[in-house]
């Protein structure tokens, strides 16, 4: 299938900096997590990354609903059961090439910037850009599957190829906050519109006052 954007963001490495393991990508995760529980709601300092974010969704939407159709539902429908699998993300691929049709969830969408069309659409992006486009496509994450949390962050390295600069720092707390969370608290959180500060948006996995050691995070004591 014909990639609907080609990378203008070469620099970005699709390979992961840390491994599974507590200090690797768990410790991470953490790290994310008590970054995004802290920040606020809205941060009038993030809210021109949002602004940055939308016209690209809309460009975006507009070139996938012109390959598939796209059908918004109010259920998470790949799941199973309840509970959110990592194998999830093969029978959206799976469906999407059966049917022709992606089902984009409507579910936890309440956002303090995008209306629940705009949300739709990001999910619909994303879901096409990370998990069916790509030759090899990454999968889900699953707060029941230890060391899964490197599939959804998989994904971001790839979807963060092709936003604008200026919309990175969302894409990292839409994508990189939200799973981290979900992953390490077992459900999804308020969704925020909030700069998290001291994690690299392009090499994900470099964190402000850690060094990566044989891909492990080890604290640096000489930082304040």
């Known amino acids: 299938m014909k990639l609907i954007m080609e990378s203008w963001r070469d620099f970005i490495k699709e390979k992961l900096m840390l491994k ?7 410790l991470y995760a953490n790290l994310v997590t008590e970054a995004y529980m802290k ?20 460009k975006m939407y507009k070139q996938i609903q012109s390959r598939i159709d796209i059908e918004p539902v109010d259920y998470h429908p790949y799941d199973v059961g309840l509970d959110v699998d990592v194998t999830g993300a093969d029978r959206m691929r799976q469906s999407v090439e059966d049917t022709g049709k992606l089902l984009v969830s409507k579910a936890d969408a309440e956002h303090p910037v995008f209306d629940l069309e ?6 619909a992006v994303h879901d096409y850009m990370t998990h069916i486009q790509p030759k090899i496509p990454a999968g889900f994450t699953s707060a029941k599957e230890q060391g899964s949390i490197h599939q959804e962050l998989r994904a971001y390295n790839i979807h963060a190829k092709t936003v604008p600069k200026a919309a990175m720092p969302a894409l990292f707390t839409e994508v990189v906050g939200q799973v981290c969370t979900f992953y390490i608290t077992g459900k999804f959180q308020e969704q925020k ?7 690299d948006y392009i090499n994900v996995g470099v964190v402000n006052g850690y060094e990566i050691v044989n891909k492990e995070l080890i604290k640096n004591e000489t930082t304040a």
């Open 193 to 199: 519109v909030c700069i998290l500060d001291g994690f």
């Open 118 to 123: 705009t949300n739709v659409k990001f999910r």
């Open 20 to 26: 599974p393991g507590p200090r690797g990508w768990d």
């Open 39 to 58: 920040a606020p709601v809205f941060e009038d300092r993030a809210a021109p990354a949002w602004e940055a974010l939308v016209p690209f969704v809309d």
